[in-house]
């Protein structure tokens, strides 16, 4: 009976040592669900979906800005409204002695009086619609911002961490603005017949930056936090950090570029892959003081600006036979992408100086700047977060 009591004991001592492992393992992977649970939590796609979309459509115009942009400083047109006027500014001229108004204030500036003198009054249309539809699209995306924004605001629909980031880019968008007269003003001054490069370069860096964040946003709210948080673990390390200095670079070049475009330095020095028939630019520092010739002489701009094309694309290079070592079909076809847009990228290039940058080429070439940024940014998140492939049997 003392056995039979005994053993007895060990199997409710057994019973309850093996229950209370098995309860710690189901709290504990209750705790887990939870957590996954909780992350999703007024995060779905739902609540998610209609910011993605609103996004995609404010992305949308600042591509469209920057086309019109360009097109707005390949007309020559960025001159013709000399005031800023945030609001009155939206109300075009309306009767003919509105338009003489206009034609006067824009007859007292230099880019008037030593370049345009004798423009008549319809060709002076010309670029003040160009200039006022760039300003009536960027006021067009301020609104979208701001209405989207209190939208989602007022019905609490924002997913936990987000109010932060959407607040962010409408003030990219507000700062934007100022910047934009900023660089307007420097063609007021009495000091040059256009905007300053280096101001050009600012308005067009932080345009891309906006598209950027934009870009990247639209990516994040494609798929539910708990999904981002297991892919993270996958993370390709090595490649999303080189894809990075990818992007660095890919900035730095479309800097570049913009000093390019705020000096017409593309419509001199022809010949490719020579600059006159030599490596180097004639005279390249022949400016006073030395560091405005890095944004002034249109020899020197361009050769930085080739230079660093070279650069980005052998490095361009470097990362995509990097990433054909991934085991991600969607990160190597988007790297394969990029690489495509690339080519394109260079041969755009070097027509534009060839041909001297008509404003066909030019257009083009900005715009595969924001195809290739945009790419860029979409296979360094695939990298960062590669998404899960089902395993195929050969």
């Not at 910011?51 to 459509?57: D, E, G, H, S, V």
């Amino acid at each position: 009976i003392g056995c039979q009591k005994t053993d007895r004991q060990k199997g409710v001592w057994m019973s309850s040592k093996r229950s209370i492992f098995e309860d710690v393992g189901d709290k504990s992977s209750e705790t887990e669900k939870s957590a996954i649970g909780s992350i999703g939590a007024g995060q779905n796609a739902a609540a998610r979906r209609p910011i993605r979309l609103w996004l995609i459509a404010l992305f949308v115009l600042v591509g469209c800005m920057i086309a019109v942009g360009g097109l707005t400083r390949l007309t020559d047109s960025g001159l013709s409204i000399t005031e800023w006027r945030p609001l009155t500014g939206a109300i075009p001229p309306l009767s003919d002695a509105a338009w003489d108004t206009e034609f006067e204030k824009y007859q007292q500036i230099p880019e008037y009086q030593l370049q345009n003198l004798g423009m008549s009054l319809s060709e002076f249309k010309v670029i003040y619609w160009w200039e006022w539809g760039h300003r009536q699209l960027g006021r067009a995306i301020g609104l979208v911002w701001a209405l989207g924004f209190l939208v989602f605001l007022l019905r609490k629909t924002i997913p936990v961490g987000w109010t932060g980031r959407l607040l962010f880019v409408g003030a990219l968008g507000g700062l934007q603005g100022a910047i934009g007269w900023w660089m307007v003003a420097s063609g007021l001054s009495g000091e040059m017949l256009d905007v300053a490069s280096y101001r050009l370069a600012t308005h067009l860096g932080i345009a891309f930056i906006i598209l950027g964040f934009l870009s990247w946003f639209i990516f994040l709210l494609g798929r539910s936090e708990s999904d981002l948080m297991q892919q993270r673990r996958a993370r390709e390390v090595k490649l999303f950090s080189i894809s990075t200095g990818l992007l660095h670079l890919a900035f730095l070049q479309i800097l570049l570029g913009a000093l390019v475009a705020g000096i017409d330095a593309g419509r001199n020095y022809t010949d490719w892959p020579l600059m006159a028939g030599g490596f180097f630019p004639p005279e390249p520092f022949s400016i006073t003081p030395l560091w405005r010739n890095f944004f002034e002489d249109d020899g020197l701009v361009q050769f930085m600006h080739r230079m660093a094309g070279y650069i980005l694309f052998l490095f361009g290079l470097v990362v995509w036979r990097k990433s054909k070592s991934s085991g991600n079909d969607q990160v190597r076809f988007a790297f394969n992408a990029v690489m495509a847009v690339m080519v394109l990228q260079v041969i755009l290039g070097v027509m534009t100086v060839m041909y001297g940058a008509p404003w066909t080429l030019a257009i083009l070439h900005q715009l595969g700047a924001v195809f290739l940024w945009v790419l860029i940014l979409r296979a360094r998140f695939l990298s960062g977060y590669p998404p899960q492939q089902h395993v195929r049997r050969v």
